[in-house]
C-alpha cells in the first residue's frame, strides 16, 4: 500500500516562506506526475502546482513568482517552496502522485492526508 505523507505545514505570518514536503512511503515501482493541490475552508480543492517526472512544471498562474515545485526523483520526494505567503493562501495543501505500485500494475493515483498552512496578517 503506498501512502503519500506531507510534512512542513504551520503558520507563519504574511511574508513568511515555507517549504512543504511530500513522501511516499510502502512499495511503489515508478511515480510519474506528482502535484501540490490546496483547499481553503469553504473552497473547492484546486491545482496549485505539477511536476512530471522528465521535471517540466506547472505552477497556478495566480501562484507563479512565488511558489516553485520540484521534486528529487532519487527518493521520490516533492517539494513546494512558497514565498511571500499571503492569509489568502491559508489551506490544506495536498500532495497527489501517480504510482505505479508494481511492474505488473496499472497507474493510480494517490492522496496524502495534507497540510495545513496557516499565514497570519
Known amino acids: 500500500q503506498v501512502q503519500l505523507v506531507e510534512s512542513g505545514g504551520g503558520l507563519v505570518q504574511a511574508g513568511g516562506s515555507l517549504r512543504l514536503s511530500c513522501t511516499p512511503r510502502g512499495s511503489l515501482y515508478k511515480i510519474e506526475d506528482m502535484a501540490w493541490y490546496r483547499q481553503a475552508p469553504g473552497k473547492q480543492r484546486e491545482l496549485v502546482a505539477s511536476i512530471r517526472r522528465d521535471g517540466n512544471t506547472n505552477v497556478a498562474a495566480s501562484l507563479k513568482g512565488r511558489f516553485t515545485i520540484s521534486r528529487d526523483n532519487t527518493w521520490n520526494t516533492m517539494y513546494l517552496q512558497m514565498n511571500t505567503l499571503k492569509p489568502e493562501d491559508t489551506a490544506i495543501y495536498y500532495c497527489?502522485?501517480?504510482?505505479?505500485?508494481?511492474?505488473?500494475?496499472?497507474?493510480?493515483?494517490?492522496w496524502g492526508r495534507g497540510t495545513q498552512v496557516t499565514v497570519s496578517s
Open positions: 497527489n502522485a501517480n504510482v505505479q505500485p508494481l511492474p505488473w500494475t496499472t497507474f493510480q493515483a494517490f
